[in-house]
């Protein structure tokens, strides 16, 4: 929260997560600390929802299933 804070409209941030932004409330535990958090982290941001099969799980497949010759 408190590099939040600080960043707050004067610097650029990038913040990633897999878990989704309507999830945090309930790991984050505490409704006020999360709702401060999201508050800085969703006020004037782009977000981005990727969607697809993980890069990781496609890697791993390449990986182990190389191709035949």
């Known amino acids: 929260l408190e590099i939040m804070e600080d960043r707050q409209g004067r610097r650029s941030t990038i913040a990633t997560s897999q878990l989704p932004l309507e ?5 984050i535990g505490d409704a006020t600390l999360a709702d401060a958090i ?7 941001a782009y977000k981005i929802n990727l969607r697809g099969e993980s890069m990781r799980k496609k890697r791993k497949a390449l990986t182990e299933n190389p191709p035949s010759e």
Do not use: C, I, P, T
């Open 38 to 44: 999201l508050d800085r982290l969703v006020h004037n």
């Open 23 to 27: 999830e945090w409330h309930g790991v």
